[in-house]
């Protein structure tokens, strides 16, 4: 007996593109220059989770929308990094990052598991906790 095919397959709600491992995706910056730079980092696929890792005497504010997108900064939507090899691991689905150095010449590395579930798919995180 064969079934309908309902549409099953990779994508936001289906819960099997979270439960296999993920493509793993590294990158980082020895220098982001001058204090108060905001960094965007875009991922090609939705992300399982994503750890930030400050390097030497960085402090970093890691978010999920440009400062100019709401009261990201001012309303306290961010983690702070403040040490080396301080970092902190989010369990999310997102396509973008965004780091700001509070030092200057910050560093940091950047580890993401990626699903296979296009960018392109995922809406953005706004509202409150985000930008308000």
Not at 29 to 51: H, I, N, Q, R
Not at 97 to 119: E, H, R
């Amino acid at each position: 007996m064969s079934y309908p095919n309902y549409g099953y397959g990779v994508g936001l709600r289906n819960v099997g593109s979270y439960q296999v491992s993920g493509h793993p995706y590294i990158t980082g910056s020895a220098d982001m220059g001058s204090a108060d730079t905001e960094l965007k980092v875009e991922f090609p696929y939705v992300t399982k989770d994503v750890t930030i890792i400050a390097s030497g005497s960085s402090v970093i504010k890691v978010h999920f929308n440009s400062d100019s997108d709401g009261r990201v900064l001012d309303g306290g939507h961010f983690i702070t990094l403040d040490s080396d090899e301080d970092s902190f691991t989010f369990d999310v689905k997102c396509k973008e990052i965004y780091l700001t150095n509070v030092t200057a010449n910050a560093a940091f590395q950047l580890y993401a598991s990626l699903t296979n579930i296009d960018a392109t798919q995922m809406y953005n995180l706004t509202g409150s906790g985000l930008t308000d």
